[in-house]
């Protein structure tokens, strides 16, 4: 994919995942971005690790390898940032 289609397929992604994780108020359009891209990568290499194919191109499969993955990284998120910030 390009790098305007992964910025687009990023954002669609980063987008939905928020909705998912209920984070959609406190993250704008750079990091829904921002998710939605590093979760395709994170996704990506969950599929490979367990034998699937990766996100190669802009299809329905590719969307929830990604989306796992961006809701794998906006937990993650949560969990390890916002926590810390908590307990200051």
């Given at each position: 994919m390009g790098i305007l289609l992964w910025i687009i397929f990023g954002a669609l992604v980063g987008w939905v995942a928020s909705k998912i994780m209920k984070t959609d108020a406190e993250q704008g359009a750079l990091a829904n971005i921002l998710f939605g891209v590093l979760g395709a990568i994170l996704g990506g290499g969950i599929m490979s690790f367990f034998g699937a194919r990766d996100v190669m191109s802009f299809d329905?499969?590719?969307?929830?390898?990604?989306?796992?993955?961006?809701?794998?990284?906006?937990?993650?998120?949560?969990?390890?940032?916002?926590n810390a910030k908590s307990h200051q």
């Open positions: 329905i499969y590719s969307f929830l390898v990604a989306l796992l993955g961006a809701c794998i990284l906006i937990y993650l998120y949560r969990a390890l940032v916002l």
